[in-house]
C-alpha cells in the first residue's frame, strides 16, 4: 500500500489515519502534535517543493512495507527528493524521528544496491573474457541478489557477454551422471585435466560421504556439480514433498562441500512432470543424447553413441560409475575436438543458447 498525505485542507482524523499508518506506534498521536507535524511539512518547503517532498518521504515505496532493494527508488524522483531533504535540521518528534530512520535505511540499501550492481558490471567484464564456470557462478550469485527491477537488465549483459564469447562456435556439454566414485571418477578427473575439458556431475547425494575430496577435485578443476537427488528414485511416483527433499537434500550437500549452488538437477531416468517441475525452485537438465553406456561392458559402443549424436548444443549424458564410459571419454574428446567442438558445462551451454536461465524449466540440449 503506498501511502499518500493528505492535502493542507484535510481532517485531523486524516492525518490521524496516516500518521498511524506511517509509525510503528498503533496509537495517534496528540492534536498538538498534529500542528507541530504541519509547521515541520511547512519546514520542507524551504529546501523542496512540498508535493516532492511529501512523495519522497511518505509515498516512496520504503513507507509501503517494500524494501528498498526491491523497489525502483532509485530510478524515479524519488531518490533526488530523499538526497535533498535533510530531517535531521527539523525540530525533534517521534513521527518524523520514525521518517529519518526509514529514510536513512533506504538510502543504506540503495547504497547497498549500487554496489551490488557495480561489483556485478565488474563480473560481466570477466565473464566477457572467460565465462568459466566459477566465473558465471560468481556473477549468478550477485544477480541473485539484485532488486527486480535491476534484475532483466543486468541478466541481458549477462548473457550477451557469454553469448558474444562463444559466437560461431560449435558448443557440447558433456554430463556424467550417478557419481561420485572412489575408483572411477579419479580416474575420469585425470583424463579431463589431460584434456584442459570441463563437464557436468549430477551427483547423488547419498554417494558423497566420504567423497568430499573427489567434488572438491572437481570444482578446482571448473566442472560444474548439481544434483542428481539423494537415493535415485523416480521422481514422478513422489509427492510434491518428497520430490523437493529428494532434490533439494543432495544440492544443499553440494553447495556444502563445493559452495556450487546452481538451480540444475537432474530427474533420474528422465522422469519429470510439471508437478515435480514445480516443487523446486530449480530446473531440470535432461539430455539429447543418451548412450546408454549401462548397457555396455565395453567402451566402443559408448564412443560409437556418443558420435552418432553429437551436434551443436547437444547435452550428452553419461555414466563416471562405467569403467568402460570413462574408458570412452577421452576418446570421445579428442574426436570431437578435431571436430571442431568447444566443450562447456551445462550453465555455459544455457547462457550460450537459451539466454537468462529459467526456473521450472525442463532443459534437454539445442
Known amino acids: 500500500m503506498n501511502h499518500v498525505f493528505p492535502s493542507q485542507l484535510a481532517t485531523k482524523a486524516g492525518i490521524a489515519k496516516f500518521s498511524s499508518e506511517l509509525t510503528n506506534e498503533k496509537s495517534k498521536i496528540s492534536s498538538s502534535s498534529f500542528e507541530a507535524f504541519k509547521k515541520k511539512i511547512a519546514v ?29 527508488v532509485k530510478d524515479t524522483t524519488y531518490q533526488k527528493n530523499i538526497d535533498e531533504v535533510s530531517l535531521n535540521k527539523l525540530p525533534d518528534d517521534r513521527f518524523l524521528t520514525q521518517a529519518k530512520k526509514e529514510l536513512d535505511n533506504a538510502q543504506t540499501q540503495v547504497k547497498k544496491r549500487d554496489q551490488a550492481q557495480v561489483s556485478f558490471q565488474k563480473l560481466v567484464d570477466v565473464v ?5 564456470n566459477s566465473h558465471l557462478l560468481d556473477a549468478q550469485n550477485v544477480l541473485d541478489k539484485l532488486p527486480e527491477a535491476a534484475k532483466a537488465k543486468e541478466t541481458q549483459a549477462l548473457v550477451n557477454a557469454v553469448q558474444k564469447f ?63 537427488t539423494w537415493t535415485h528414485p523416480q521422481l514422478t511416483s513422489l509427492s510434491s514433498a518428497a520430490a523437493n527433499l529428494e532434490i533439494t537434500r543432495a544440492a544443499n550437500l553440494i553447495t556444502q562441500v563445493t559452495g556450487q549452488d546452481w538451480p540444475f538437477y537432474r530427474p533420474p531416468y528422465e522422469a519429470v512432470n510439471q508437478t515435480v517441475l514445480n516443487s523446486v525452485n530449480m530446473s531440470a537438465v535432461n539430455y539429447d543424447v543418451d548412450t546408454e553406456d549401462w548397457k ?3 567402451s566402443a559402443p559408448v564412443y560409437a553413441a556418443a558420435m552418432a549424436g553429437a551436434h551443436d548444443g547437444a547435452i550428452v549424458l553419461m555414466h563416471d560409475i562405467h569403467p568402460w564410459s570413462v574408458a570412452a571419454a577421452p576418446q570421445v574428446i579428442d574426436s570431437l575436438k578435431a571436430q571442431g567442438y568447444t566443450f562447456v558445462t551445462v550453465s555455459q551451454l544455457i547462457y550460450a543458447r537459451s539466454g537468462a536461465i529459467q526456473i521450472h524449466h525442463d532443459y534437454f540440449g539445442w
Open 128 to 132: 566477457a573474457q572467460n565465462p568459466s
Open 44 to 72: 520542507l518547503d524551504l529546501k523542496i517543493d512540498k508535493q516532492n517532498a511529501i512523495n519522497a518521504l511518505f509515498a516512496s515505496p520504503v513507507f509501503s512495507g517494500e524494501k528498498v532493494s526491491a523497489s525502483t
Open 166 to 228: 562463444y559466437a560461431g562456435k560449435k558448443l557440447i556439454a558433456l554430463t556424467f551422471d550417478d557419481g561420485p566414485d572412489a575408483t572411477t571418477t579419479p580416474t575420469l578427473l585425470n583424463s579431463l585435466e589431460k584434456d584442459n575439458v570441463n563437464v557436468t556431475f549430477f551427483e547423488i547425494g547419498s554417494s558423497i560421504a566420504g567423497n568430499e575430496a573427489i567434488l572438491k577435485r572437481e570444482t578446482a578443476d571448473g566442472d560444474q556439480i548439481c544434483s542428481h
Open 296 to 298: 555396455d561392458s565395453t
